[in-house]
């Protein structure tokens, strides 16, 4: 099952009125990897701020084309294939050492007078460590204080917003995965 942003635009809503509530007003929104620019778009509007792309962790032995290809494929296998699938993949990712792209750096990007957060979102937290990794960058580079988001959540990591618990890969994606 695919999401659309209608399937969502009320659970982001209920996100950014909770946000209000816990008074983070963010200055700036990052959005982790291109297909996540949608949601940093839509805080960016709820909060009046800009969105700066911020590129996926690299992730060492996975690469582009293989991923296509698996998502190519999924789709033609029956349901009952895709859980084991989904926890095989699981166990690769969470065993997968990630880094930020080689050669990028935040030089600019996140530069702001003032003292209000940095909000970083991303469409699904799986281990957490691409939210981890990049707060931690964002944080040390700016001294500003980060707030995470992701649509889903997975095992015990939780951003510090999200949307939707238990989420399971293959068996639906979020949008643009």
Known sequence: MKLNFSDLEKDLEAVC?????????????GYIGSKAEFIGDFFADRFDCESVYLPSLHVNG?????????????RHFPERALVPISNIYKKYIQSASRCIPEGFTLDGSLNYEGDSPILLVDDSAFTGETLDAWKQEVEKTTGKKVYTFSI?????????YYCIEDWRPFEWRPIGV
């Not at 889903?152 to 510090?160: A, E, K, M, W």
């Open 152 to 160: 889903t959540v997975i095992d015990g990591y939780r951003p510090d």
């Open 17 to 29: 009125e909770q946000m209000v509530a816990d008074m983070v007003n963010p200055e700036v929104v």
């Open 62 to 74: 996975h690469t582009r084309a293989a991923k296509k290809m698996l998502n190519a494929m999924l």
